[in-house]
């Protein structure tokens, strides 16, 4: 089982919903992100939000087409995509995809960045990714993970999200690594670029935020 959420961003920066829309996806609403999942045809299991930034319309809209709705006040501890990633992670998926959580409001695009180290803090094996139409974001702890090469996604770049990185290893880029220290704030690896079909990166202490992107 996957899970996608879809939260209130730029409708301009979403990719074609329709090719992660499969039978074994649960599709989860944040806030307005609800309303454009209802527009793009995609009924939402369950939708999570204080929805202040809908209208009285498209909220019936909203209560109309929605199975389950968990509102809550404008005043609370927790962001809207932070609760719908809470709920998604306690179903325990293989994978959970974020769309509409990159661009408009920084404070917010930084938020749903720190979210991504939630599964990796308390040990559980969720791969969580938000996406684009140009990248494509994942945080990862200490071990040896496989990259594929792909046309749509050029680049690859390795950021540092704890104080240090150890022992960085790339294998199969355009420039590889073998055992490299990488502090937080070092731009060493942004823009590297997979030379075979298969890449290979590791690491012994830290996490590391990988973004695979395009122009």
Not at 79 to 89: F, H, K, P, V, Y
Not at 103 to 128: E, M, S, V, W, Y
Not at 149 to 164: A, D, G, M, N, W
Request: charged share 25%; proline share 5%.
């Amino acid at each position: 089982m996957n899970i996608n959420i879809l939260g209130g961003g730029p409708v301009e920066l979403l990719p074609n919903l329709n090719k992660f829309n499969h039978d074994d996806n649960i599709w989860v609403g944040v806030d307005r992100g609800v309303f454009t999942l209802i527009t793009k045809g995609i009924l939402p299991a369950i939708a999570f939000g204080d929805f202040d930034s809908v209208s009285q319309t498209e909220m019936a809209v909203i209560e109309e087409n929605t199975r389950k709705i968990r509102q809550y006040r404008p005043e609370k501890d927790e962001t809207d995509m932070e609760l719908a990633l809470n709920w998604a992670i306690d179903q325990n998926p293989k994978l959970i995809r974020i769309f509409g959580a990159t661009g408009g409001r920084l404070d917010h695009f930084f938020a749903n960045i720190q979210l991504l180290i939630n599964p990796t803090l308390h040990k559980k094996d969720i791969q969580i990714e938000m996406i684009d139409q140009r990248n494509i974001v994942f945080v990862k702890g200490p071990g040896t993970y496989s990259i594929k090469k792909t046309q749509e996604l050029k680049y690859v770049s390795f950021l540092p999200i704890t104080l240090e990185v150890s022992d960085l290893t790339l294998k199969g880029f355009k420039y590889p690594l073998k055992d490299k220290h990488i502090p937080m704030g070092s731009t060493l690896c942004i823009s590297n670029e997979l030379i075979s079909d298969n890449g290979n990166f590791s690491f012994s202490k830290g996490i590391i935020m990988v973004v695979r992107s395009n122009d």
